[in-house]
């Protein structure tokens, strides 16, 4: 059976910053039919449910990898290392698992694919991937913002 990594929180596990989970069913049916590798690269990385809410500054994921950018909260606590140690955890399950596509959240500094928040904490979009995004595309996995949230 085809595996599929999908973020954790859209599986219904209470893992983002705000100690929630974003499960939809648009999400089930969009993993459907696949072993689902559900992974948070955020708590894989060392971070704690509930946690500061944290955005990309100077950059996107892929500037991060590159060392260019950081991923910050919006305490100004640098928890870059924490976003890139996930990332690589995140690769890693994907790989063990024979993962070719990832489904993930929307928006997230981590997970966000096309579209993250940019880092002013004020809610503004701008083009740009999350550090695990990034990462796995890297990689040669394909990556999915999850339809529905």
């Known amino acids: 059976m085809e595996a599929i990594l999908v ?5 219904g596990v209470p893992c983002r910053f705000d100690g929630r989970h974003k499960a939809s069913p648009e999400c089930e049916e969009a993993a459907a039919g696949r072993a689902v ?3 948070c690269p955020e ?14 500054v100077g950059g ?5 990898l590159d060392g260019t950018a950081r991923v910050v909260e919006d ?3 640098d928890v870059t ?9 995140a690769l890693a ?43 796995l595309e890297r990689n040669g996995i394909a990556v999915r913002s999850a339809p529905g949230v």
């Not at 996107?60 to 991060?64: A, K, R």
């Not at 290392?81 to 955890?89: I, P, W």
Request: a positive charge; one cysteine or more.
């Open 93 to 135: 399950a994907a790989r063990q698992a024979g993962c070719t596509e990832a489904l993930l959240m929307p928006r997230s500094p981590s997970c966000g694919r096309g579209v993250v928040y940019d880092g002013s904490f004020a809610g503004e979009l701008v083009p740009g991937d999350g550090v695990t995004a990034a990462l």
């Open 81 to 89: 290392e924490a976003f890139v140690a996930g990332a690589r955890r």
């Open 37 to 39: 590798v559900a992974f």
């Open 75 to 77: 305490t100004g606590r």
């Open 43 to 56: 708590v894989a990385g060392g971070l704690a449910t509930p946690r500061r809410p944290a955005e990309l």
């Open 60 to 64: 996107d994921g892929h500037d991060v």
């Open 7 to 11: 973020s954790a929180c859209l599986r």
